[in-house]
């Protein structure tokens, strides 16, 4: 073994960090060179003397935990601080947020709505109109089946009507009933200017 | 009885639990400030440093792995806070290179009267003291984590965040650089 490598053992050795095997080659090696067992009583003479000096009373080590106390509390004062704008800034961030989705679902829904106008098929210019409308002028059949696909076109267009709303007010007999005569007679009258015809004598 | 109360501590302190750390500061704050002490050079520094380490652990020790050791979590974090603090302070920069050829005086030739045996180990004693002061940081530390808190090889590289190989090989140099700039001193002991 070099002395080098004896050297770097024998700092292991010290720190009890050298297995038995190198060991025991360290220690046939130092028996047989006088340098190296030089260099271990010195190696060995700093480690004993090595001291820290500390030496503080322990009054010091109460006064360090009351300060150290102090800043830990101040340090959690802080945070109780700090905290609340970001938690604030944070809410608006989200609320933002949800406002943003909220809308755009909104527009989604109202152009995605079955029976609006903007879903509609629309016939898309005049030049395809065109030809139609003056195949339609020439043959009476033609505009007969152009006015039926055009109305069937509007039907499916038009929103279903509400079913309550569909029922005319005549057709209620409680809506005759609440007619005073007065009443009864104008729209008698109404009816002989519109049709011509009179009414029951 | 509880096994393992410094980790039943450790996980009062995690929740919140103020008392729990404080105990935990009264088990380690002599051994923190030995370290800090070590690589600050002087107590009012090593004070300060101390204090910084327990508030950074306090801050920080919700993140601290349960299993792990907490002293070593705790060496690292005093390590760490001892060299930016001593790089903002600019201090490793003004000190003198370790020369080991450099003479530091040599023993004095007035020695204080007393047994001579006694006078020149004191002697040694405080020239230790100022050798360690000058190794460089990083050898320094490793020092302080092996020689003066006892730490194994492989617990001091978990604290240093290297490897055991390296700190093996720190502890060689800076003994090597010890005995060869405490060689005077040595020799008079010997004598």
Known sequence: ???????????????????????GRLEAHLKRCCACRSYRDDVGRIQAETRLADGRPRGAWDDFEKR????????????VAVDPPFAVRRRWAWAAAAAMVLAGLTGWYLLQRPGTAMSGTWLAD???????MEAAEASPETASRVDREVRAL????????????????????????????????????????ETGRGGPQ | MDDHPEARLVDEARTGGREAFAELVRLHERRVFGVALRMAGNPADADDLAQEVFLTAWRSIGSFRSGSSFYTWL?????????????????????????????????????????????????????????????????????????????????????LGCSENTVSWRMHKARKLLQARLKPWLEEVRS
């Open chain 1, 68 to 79: 150290l106390e102090a800043k830990l509390a101040s340090a959690a004062a802080g945070r």
């Open chain 1, 126 to 132: 005049d030049d395809v109109l065109d030809p139609l």
């Open chain 2, 75 to 159: 060496y690292r974090i005093t390590v760490n806070t001892s060299l930016t603090f001593l790089k903002r302070r600019n201090r490793e920069k003004n000190r003198a290179p370790f020369d080991e050829n450099l003479a530091v005086g040599g023993p004095a030739t007035g020695l204080p009267p007393g047994p001579e045996g006694r006078s020149a180990l004191n002697e040694l004693a405080s020239r230790i003291g100022e050798a360690v002061a000058s190794l460089p940081a990083p050898f320094r530390a490793t020092f302080a984590l092996v020689v003066d808190q006892g730490l194994s090889h492989a617990d001091a590289a978990r604290a």
């Open chain 1, 1 to 23: 073994m070099r002395c080098a490598t004896a050297r770097k053992r024998l700092s292991d050795a010290l720190d009890g960090a050298l297995p038995p095997g190198p060991q």
């Open chain 1, 154 to 193: 509007i039907d499916d267009m038009t929103p279903a009507p509400d079913a309550e709303a569909a029922v005319l007010p005549a057709a209620d007999p409680l809506f005759w009933e609440s007619l005073s005569d007065e009443d009864l007679r104008a729209i008698v009258s109404e009816l002989e200017d």
